[in-house]
């Protein structure tokens, strides 16, 4: 399974090798490796984001749906006092 949250964790330590050895090692190289591999972490934060928003959406349709939304809504704190 080779998901979105999968690459964004892989992308995650590839990071995280590169961010040392620029630290290790300043170079015009390594700079570009570093900030490559930031780009692709924003590239696939983004996508995740999106696909979270989604599925929220989803999820929230189908407790409306049910009927939950209006029995757990009567329960919030407010609707107490």
Same mark, same amino acid.
């Given at each position: 399974?080779?998901?979105?949250?999968?690459?964004?964790?892989?992308?995650?330590?590839?990071?995280? !090798?590169?961010s040392?050895?620029?630290?290790?090692?300043?170079? %015009?190289?390594? @700079?570009?490796?570093?900030? +490559?591999?930031?780009?692709?972490?924003?590239?696939?934060?983004?996508?995740?984001?999106?696909?979270?928003? !989604?599925?929220?959406?989803?999820?929230?349709?189908?407790?409306? %749906?049910?009927? @939950?939304?209006d029995?757990? +809504?009567?329960?919030?704190?407010?609707?107490?006092?």
């Amino acid at each position: 399974m080779n998901d979105t949250h999968d690459q964004l964790m892989k992308k995650v330590l590839d990071y995280l !090798d590169a961010s040392e050895d620029f630290e290790r090692s300043p170079s %015009e190289r390594s @700079k570009r490796r570093v900030r +490559r591999e930031l780009r692709t972490l924003i590239t696939l934060a983004k996508t995740r984001q999106y696909e979270i928003k !989604d599925t929220y959406k989803v999820v929230l349709e189908d407790i409306r %749906e049910s009927g @939950k939304w209006d029995s757990n +809504r009567r329960k919030s704190k407010k609707a107490k006092e």
